[in-house]
């Protein structure tokens, strides 16, 4: 198997049109600049966790939608979006799509992804992204999990939270959250995060944190939305999908939860983006009139 044989495999030249992404880094102490530059193979050890691998988990069968990763937007399928974005994330060495499914492995293939094939009995993309790392030829340090449903995912989002993970040594997870809209104030499907002053994560819940002691929004406080990326020490993700569930984590349904109450610190990166994943299939219209709108092709 060839997959991913090759360590200079991500693209290069993006770093130019790298915009204003982070709003403000929750810590001051991210080492943005620290990571920029020094990829070659004499600096490797320099870094701590240089090695990253990003894995793009897809299964066919989905309970709300069908076939969900190769679904067209304007034309390409939804997972090819994603493997766009993700191959122009500077710091991976290696983008791969993570399934079970024959028809999801060809389309892939067909694009020029690397796949690996995983088994049916994975029961979330968490445990496929261990799967998968496990029958990869090369050793990876860091494995941002990147979910297909997300086609619009920023690369420098990805790149935000591994360098944010390589500048935590005393974290093992690293994920990314962006304001909240008040609309979106009680709306359990959005999971809302609170950190503490050096960007750990504190809680996340499937409702209103902080809540204001009036029982409304509080138009003044900067409430952070969850994204779904993240990213995983690799020990730490051969260990997660064993740890024992947790009771926070059952009652909000939250597996990030578990992270936490086992006593893992969590790194989050404040971003700015506009979540648009598609979950149901009328998502797709949705995505799609945003894209034409904002000329994405
Ligand atoms: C609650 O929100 C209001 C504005 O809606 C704000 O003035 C107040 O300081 C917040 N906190 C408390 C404890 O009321
Ligand atoms: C994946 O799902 C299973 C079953 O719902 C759960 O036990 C496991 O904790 C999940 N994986 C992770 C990494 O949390």
Redesign the pocket.
């Known amino acids: 198997m060839s997959v991913c044989s090759s360590s200079s495999s991500s693209s290069s030249g993006y770093l130019g049109s790298a915009k204003a992404w982070i709003v403000h880094s929750i810590v001051a102490g991210i080492a943005i600049g620290a990571a920029f530059g020094a990829r070659s193979y004499l600096g490797r050890s320099k870094r701590f966790r240089s090695r990253v691998v990003g894995i793009i988990p897809a299964r066919f069968a989905s309970s709300r939608f069908e076939g969900k990763p190769l679904v067209e937007i304007l034309g390409k399928p939804m997972i090819q979006r994603t493997w766009e974005r993700a191959k122009m994330a500077t710091t991976l060495d290696c983008v791969v799509v993570a399934t079970d499914d024959a028809k999801i492995a060809q389309c892939c293939k067909g694009f020029g992804a690397d796949v690996v094939m995983t088994s049916e009995s994975c029961r979330n993309g968490t445990e496929r992204c261990n799967e998968a790392l496990h029958k990869l030829e090369k050793k990876y340090d860091i494995v941002v999990n990147i979910q297909g449903d997300e086609p619009l995912i920023e690369p420098e989002i990805i790149d935000g939270i591994v360098k944010a993970l390589q500048a935590a040594p005393d974290a093992v997870f690293s994920t990314a959250v962006t304001s909240l809209k008040s609309e979106d104030a009680f709306d359990p499907n959005r999971v809302k995060c609170v950190v503490d002053s050096r960007g750990y994560a504190i809680y996340f819940s499937r409702g209103l944190i902080p809540f ?3 029982g ?1 929004v ?3 406080f900067p409430y952070l939305l969850h994204l779904g990326i993240q990213s995983y020490d690799s020990k730490f993700l051969s260990i997660y999908p064993e740890l024992e569930p947790t009771p926070l984590q059952l009652e909000e349904d939250l597996e990030q939860l578990k992270v936490l109450e086992h006593g893992y610190k969590m790194k989050v990166i404040k971003v700015d983006h506009e979540a648009h994943g598609v979950d149901v299939p009328e998502d797709v219209e949705k995505i799609e009139s945003f894209m034409k709108e904002r000329n994405l092709a």
């Open positions: 204001n002691k009036s409304k509080n138009l003044q």
